[in-house]
């Protein structure tokens, strides 16, 4: 079984000050945890994906996300945002292809963010 | 490269129509999955399919169906539309099963 956990369903940034979004997971084999975004009216868009490979993982538009095991954690940050990253993100889990898991992509129920001036 | 399209980007159904959701990839892929998304529920799976003609039911399949004769299609049916079934639908496809997804535009659907 697995599961995504995103703490914050809104969260507020002024433009240039430091974005931190939270997951946290729950798998029973090694995952994939994914951050997608979402931009109004529009489809999901991969921002970046950890697939066992550096814990330390860059994205597009300056996003990273750091892969911590004993915390079960996939927190997305980026240092300095801007007004163009207002949108939705979602975090999401999968067991590794690898393993065996053959299961499916888990979502988190996503987090609002809203960049003000 | 149109990646995963999906057709109409919306619809109005009356309570008890039916209808169909087209969704076509041209990227090859064998896996492909039917979410819906609902305001503050994140997305959840409706039905996936591994290859053409092998589809298995996700976590919400109630009153949807699918079928998968190619390789580039999947639709989704709605049979006897139900207020329920308002939401926002999104088809995706993979190159893996699990692995990173390819989202549509979504098609938003509401019925009345």
């Known amino acids: 079984a697995q599961s995504v956990t995103q703490l914050g369903s809104h969260v507020s940034v002024s433009e240039g000050a430091l974005v931190l979004l939270r997951c946290n997971y729950s798998s029973s084999v090694p995952p994939y945890l994914f951050w997608y975004v979402q931009y109004p009216n529009q489809g999901l868009q991969l921002l970046l994906k950890?697939?066992?490979?550096?814990?330390l993982v860059k994205g597009i538009n300056g996003f990273e996300a750091e892969f911590k095991k004993s915390e079960t954690s996939f927190h997305l940050t980026k240092p300095s945002a801007h007004m163009s990253d207002a949108a939705e993100y979602f975090c999401a889990v999968s067991p590794s292809p690898f393993t065996g898991g053959g299961n499916k992509l888990t979502f988190g129920t996503g987090t609002q963010l809203k960049v003000e001036l | 490269n149109a990646g995963v399209t999906q057709t109409p980007k919306f619809r109005i159904l009356k309570i008890g129509q039916s209808m169909t959701l087209q969704c076509a990839q041209d990227?090859?892929?064998?896996?492909m999955y039917w979410y819906r998304q609902d305001p503050g529920m994140g997305l959840k799976l409706i039905y996936y399919s591994v290859g053409a003609g092998i589809t298995d039911k996700g976590e919400v399949p109630n009153g949807y169906n699918v079928s998968r004769s190619t390789t580039e299609d999947f639709p989704l049916r709605l049979e006897l539309a139900a207020p329920s079934q308002t939401s926002v639908y999104f088809c995706?496809?993979?190159?893996?099963?699990?692995?990173?997804?390819?989202f549509g535009q979504g098609t938003r659907l509401t019925v009345v």
């Open positions: 950890y697939t066992s490979a550096a814990t």
């Open positions: 990227m090859n892929h064998n896996y």
């Open positions: 995706a496809s993979s190159y893996l099963l699990g692995a990173e997804a390819f």
